[in-house]
Structure formats: C-alpha cells, structure tokens
C-alpha cells in the first residue's frame, strides 16, 4: 500500500508532464477507437450487404457450381435442407432461390441480364437487399405466374414502366433454350449501377415449372446468420446435418472471394495504423517515465543506501507506470465515449466527395462514416494500450534499479 502511495504521489511532481503523457495515451485510445471502430461498422455492413444481395453468409450449393453455375446444378429436397437448416440457433433465416443468366427484351431493345427466383413470403427488407430497394411499384406474389421486378437502370435501358411486357430468354435444365412473357410488378434501385443495371427478380414457382424444375429444386439456398462473424462456425454445423451430405457449403469468404481479399487488405492497413499509434504512446510513457527516473538518480541511491533493494526500486517505477497508464485511459474513455456515440448514432456523411458511385468491389456500401464496436475489440484495444504501457515502462523501472548508490550520493 505504501509502495503504491509514493509511486502515486511521484507521478504528480510534474504535473504538467504527467498530464501531457496522460493525454497522449488518451488521444491514442481515440484514434485507436475510431480505426477499429469504423473498421467492425464497415465490414461488418459490406459483408452482410453482400450476404442479402444473392448468396448469403453460407450458401448450400450443389457441387461445383461456384466453379460453373450452370442451371442443369440444383438442390433437391429442399424442404428437407431447410428445416433442418432453420433449427440452428445461429441462424437467422434460410431461403431458397434459383440464380441463373437471361435475354431480357422489350419492344424497343434486348440485353443480357441475371435473375433471382424467389419466394416472397419467405423474403423480406432484413434479409434480401432487392426488396429493400424497391422504389416503384410492390414486390409479385408467391403464385405469380408472369410478374417480375426489374432494377431501375435496366427498366431504362429496356424503356420499361409498370406494367409493362418483358420477354426473358433463358436455357432450362435440359439445355433447351426456353422464352417466357413476364409483366414488371415492380422497380428497385440498389445504388450498384453493375445490379440495377442487370438484376430481375422473378416468382420461385413460376421460374421452377418453366426450367423444367420439380417444386423441391433450387439452385441454391441462402443462409443468412445474426452475427456475420459467426460464419465459418455456421458453416461448419450446417456441414453435419445429414441433408447437406453431398452437396457444398460454403462461406461467403468462398463465395465472394473479392471481397474478403480486399477486406482483409483493408485490415492489415488498420493493423498498421494501430501499430503506429501504440509506438507513438509507447514512446510518450517511456520518454516520461526514463526522464523521471534520471531527475531521480540521486533519490534511488540514497534509497539503495539505506536499504532499499532494486526488486523494489524497480517495482516503485513500474506501479508509477501503471498509474500513468490507468490515468491515461480514464482519460481516454472520457473524451473517447461522446465522440463514439456522436460517430455510433449519427456518423459523418461522406457521400458528396464519393459523387454516386457508392460502391467497394461490387458491394453497396454506407456512404455514413460511422463507428461500431464489438466487445472483443474494446477489450482489445484497452488490453493493447495498457500492455504497450507497461513494457515502454520496463527500461526505466531496469535503469531505476541498477542506479549505483555510492556514485549517485556523489551528484548530492
């Protein structure tokens, strides 16, 4: 206790030091804060917005069709699949969709195009990106036969309103190239020019009879899980029920390998700026703590002369350390939480310098600068900050303790 009120009271005999050293650290905790916390709220929402806009964060797939997705692959029993797949604790919902490539044509113009066979009342805004996005018009019925929702480029591009004809050309199951009449029931607009310029949704039961599917085939089903962090053990429970034996799931680090590439560059920057940042405050406190320890030299001799061992010299300097540190990140957490909370809630709006491309390797992103952070993360960076404390505290505490008392009586 004695050990810890002179070291107390040693940090404060330069005030101004100590604090300046105190609010680096708390200025690192900041930046530190904002690195990480803007790094969870980004990919957090860029990788569960890629999951609603077709493949999920696991997909059930047959084999090799990530490699080839060609409309002859489908699941079967996918009633089955998904009853069993729904029963997990970790998911949040599971949908069956049919992906396939289409001729789409109007009277005035035809194109290339992807579709996405769903079931609507399976499909909401929490879990498909299209619905959400719906801007005109209202989303066609499970046993619509003819409608379809087109995105608004494409509606453009074809010169189509409500209501109006459109004719997709596709290849069924057998290879036979088949053409269908479909009435648009309804316009999204995702703010990705390469969906809304491509993407049509059509009814699941409609698109099956045309395919030559039976009513328990899907090309693939989606997984949609609470927290995208949990994919990979999501995707490995799925892997042991017995209706997914033969076919592939995958996470969406496989299914949408860009995107993982890039997010994991953009972490290894963030490690690095963090890195910076934790030498910057590891520098502050040792600076601090070495140019206490030499003002002090003839102190600690002339404690090693009446008696003080270096094991306790030394232990002296690192609790002075340790309160600097605890200090620092008091500090930190009191200037840190109102701007959290302001970057948390409001976020600061960066969509006039990103013009209307709002887009990250092909995946809509949040043109808010906003800050989320896990709980794993706080620890981490509390746990970081006060470990890069404590060893940039280490020399000097070393350098305390090996303070020759005769030699250092002599400067008296």
């Known amino acids: 206790m004695k050990l810890n009120q002179l070291a107390f009271r040693n940090i404060f005999r330069r005030k101004r030091r100590t604090f300046i050293t105190a609010f680096s ?5 900041m930046l530190s ?3 990480t916390g803007t790094g969870d709220y980004t990919y957090t929402n860029m990788i569960d917005t890629g999951a609603k806009m077709g493949m999920g964060h696991v997909t059930i797939e047959p084999l090799e069709y990530q ?6 692959k489908r699941l079967q029993k996918t009633n089955e699949i998904l009853q069993q797949t729904r029963a997990l604790d970790a998911i949040a919902s599971a949908v069956p969709r049919i992906m396939g490539q289409a001729m789409f044509a109007s009277a005035n113009k035809n194109v290339g195009g992807a579709f996405i066979a769903i079931n609507p009342e399976l499909e909401s805004a929490n879990n498909n990106l299209f619905i959400k996005s719906l801007v005109e018009g209202k989303m066609f019925t499970s046993d619509s036969k003819r409608g379809i929702v087109v995105g608004s480029k494409l509606a453009k591009k074809l010169r189509l309103k409500l209501g109006k004809k459109l004719v997709y050309t596709t290849t069924d199951v057998h290879g036979e190239i088949i053409s269908h009449i479909a009435r648009v029931t309804g316009i999204f607009h995702a703010g990705v020019d390469a969906i809304d310029g491509n993407m049509v949704l059509m009814p699941l039961k409609s698109t099956q009879h045309a395919l030559g599917y039976t009513a328990d085939e899907v090309s693939l089903i989606a997984v949609l899980i609470h927290d995208q962090r949990q994919a990979n053990l999501a995707r490995d429970l799925i892997r042991t029920l017995p209706s997914v034996q033969g076919y592939a799931v ?4 496989e299914t949408q390998p860009d995107l993982a590439g890039m997010i994991a560059m953009d972490k290894s920057m963030n490690y690095i700026s963090q890195i910076l940042v934790g030498l910057l405050i590891a520098a502050g406190i040792f600076n601090t703590m070495l140019m206490g320890v030499l003002e002090r030299k003839h102190e600690f001799g002339m404690m090693m002369a009446v008696g003080l061992s270096p094991s306790t010299l030394f232990r002296l300097v690192m609790v002075e350390c340790f309160w600097l540190a605890l200090l620092g990140l008091m500090l930190g957490i009191i200037i840190t939480a109102p701007w959290y909370y302001f970057l948390y809630h409001y976020g600061i709006d960066l969509s006039a310098g990103m013009g209307n491309d709002f887009t990250y390797g092909g995946v809509l992103i949040d043109p808010l600068f ?5 709980p794993e993360s706080i620890m981490f960076i509390l746990g970081s900050v006060f470990t890069l404390a404590m060893l940039a505290g280490a020399y000097p505490a070393w350098k305390a303790g090996r303070t ?7 400067t008296i």
């Not at 906003?370 to 896990?374: M, V």
């Not at 020759?404 to 002599?410: H, M, R, T, V, Y």
């Open 67 to 72: 490699n080839k997705p060609t409309l002859d």
């Open 25 to 29: 650290v708390a200025f690192g905790v």
């Open 33 to 35: 804060v904002t690195f």
């Open 370 to 374: 906003k800050a989320r952070l896990f």
């Open 404 to 410: 020759p008392p005769i030699e250092s009586l002599k």
């Open 250 to 253: 995958l996470s969406w680090h």
